[in-house]
């Protein structure tokens, strides 16, 4: 592979990044029919281990080199790698290489899995490696190869704390071969940014890199090709190619890579300037009134399934008899009812401290995803006014939108593409068919020792509380730590008073308590503690176990709740039993949890409060139930990814035509 095809230069121009391709019939079947996983068949696993084999070989050779020797074979294989390309020969020298000084620089060395994941990487796949199995220092061996080769490398995490702590942590290695580290954090300057893209590495949340490539596209438009770049080089006193942030979209690495090109696809990036808001605050408190004398059911119905409302024909005409003696705005049946249907949403689909927190008189969105605060995004389309007036916070102004991307299309343009995860194969046939990324699933280090205890399926909430209460001390007992994972902050904070009133300490984590979320998450493995937290808060962090904890069982994870998506579930199961610790984990859930609420059938749920009457559902059929429910979810958000990537394509092409940027 030649490696000037990944980097600036003659193949590419000076800001290479992949032209986006349309999705044809094929590509829509596999997206319909994303349900496989691309095992490593047979044939693969034995290439695996003849790499395995061959980087050991390699690396026994190196063992017996001193420092300056190290040395010269990093600059000898620089040179060749830019020469010869990304040669299998060539990768197996970094491999041994960056093995080795790995080994010598911070006290790690990479196991024979590790070696497995980065191979993958490498070749532009997705790497599905167990929690705990070490991804952060995986992904160390394809960022130096490819950044010994001339390639600029983006290594993307999920926080800024994890972008600063994983750049730290693997900077020594990289120095080692003689390569540099950038940076990105938020509120970095831009001169800082500039310096930052332009060492071999730079580490950032995806957030920034796609703000910084929205920024670039502003300067460059749509027009801003290889040789306009250089036209401008010799000719203008401040060319654009100054004024650039990136080097382009050249090969990213991605961590926990399910959670931002599936879960973060259709979030929209947008690059705004503040607009007019002078009337405004009075309209959405009209609206807000307004649909506060809307019936539900006779003259307006929500869809759980698609999270959305919708005036009835009688709210229609309720509406409008409403809505006449106020005059303006309100004349116009189009806006009349989308003002409506935005209060509806505030009102009855946007939960405070589910959705969003009111903190510092500001709305907050939180990741229903991980739990985090996101502080400096805000919902479009004037419904995070609604909401703001909604909870009688000061009104910001709309936005008026400059330039505006989604995580989907963004990464699509990448030249190369990979990264890893621990949960990846329910959207497999998905990450094939929009980003072209085979997924290889990496065999643990050490044979697992995670126990599933089940699910147990109540009646009410109330009954599933006492239930989790009564786990929750048994672990304790038993001298294990136990985590409990929520899915909102308000569940947390109902939990965390119950087992208090119980006489039971507990730590709590959730979006008001993430200042020490690694400190916390460090103490979750003490013996007898007990954390709750919502959903996977503290990702990317590992939960060491106390002394004599690992005798006793190990970590104990419960699942107050399920989410939408099985992969979810999966990766706060996947906080026990990590690199061959003992652990064991269930599910405790209710029928009155979100998930049943929103995408079950009402005649369903009653049929089913009568069967666990007195007794919770367990074994075989609480598992499929819960399965069945989510699987059905997990179809609905893949066609919603699959029509909004159809849609975006099509604006792109009138956007083009215009002459617009993105």
Known sequence: MRADSLRPGISHGLYPERRELQAGWLEQMLVKLATAVVH?????????????????????????????????????????????????????????????????????????????????????????????????????????????????????????????????????????????????????????????YACDITYGTSKQFAFDYLRDRLVLGRDGNRLRLKLEGLHDTAPNRERLLLRGLCFALVDEADSLLIDEARTPLVIASPGHNSDQPRTYQDALRLAGQLRLESEFQIDGQDHSVRLTERGRTRLAELAAPLGGVWVGERRREEQVCLALSALHLFVRDRHYLVKDGKIQIIDENTGRLMADRSWGQGLHQMIESKEVCPVSSRNETLAQINFQRFFRRYLRLAGATGTAAEVAGELRAVYGLSVARIPTRRPSRRHGLGVHLYRSEADKWMAVLARARE?????????????????????????????????????????????????????????????????????????????????????????????????????CARQGDPGSYELVCSLEDALFVRHCPALIRRWLALLVHGQPLTGGWARWLVSRVQCRVERHQRRLRAEMLKQDQRLGELLGFSGRPD
Request: hydrophobic share 45%; glycine share 12%; aromatic share 2%.
């Open 40 to 196: 490593p068949e047979a044939g693969r696993r034995a290439i695996l281990q003849r790499i395995v084999e061959e980087v050991a070989r390699r690396g026994r050779v190196l063992s017996q080199a001193g420092d300056g020797g190290l040395r010269e074979e990093g600059q000898a294989l620089r040179r060749q790698l830019h020469r010869e390309g990304l040669a299998e020969a060539l990768i197996i020298r970094a491999f041994a290489l960056a093995r080795e000084l790995a080994d010598r620089h911070i006290g790690q060395r990479h196991f024979d899995t590790q070696l497995m994941g980065g191979w993958v990487m490498m070749h532009g796949m997705l790497a599905e490696m167990e929690t705990g199995e070490g991804k952060t220092l995986t992904t160390v061996l394809p960022a130096c190869t490819a950044a010994l080769a001339g390639i600029p490398v983006h290594v993307m995490t999920s926080n800024d704390y994890l972008v600063q702590r994983d750049a730290a942590a693997m900077a020594p290695v990289y120095h080692a071969l003689g390569l540099t580290v950038g940076v990105i954090t938020e509120g970095l300057a831009a001169e800082a940014r500039r310096a930052a």
């Open 475 to 575: 672990g304790m007992a038993q001298g294990r730590p136990v985590l409990v994972g929520t899915c909102s902050v308000a569940a947390s904070e109902l939990l965390s008073a119950r087992l208090a009133a119980a006489g039971v300490s507990c730590q709590l984590l959730n979006a008001r308590q993430n200042q020490d979320e690694a400190a916390r998450i460090a103490r979750a493995g003490e013996a007898g503690r007990v954390t709750v937290a919502t959903n996977m808060a503290g990702r990317g962090t590992d939960i060491p176990l106390g002394p004599e904890v690992a005798a006793r069982g190990g970590l104990y994870v419960i699942a107050s709740e399920p989410n939408e998506a099985r992969r979810i579930d999966r990766q706060l199961f996947g906080r």
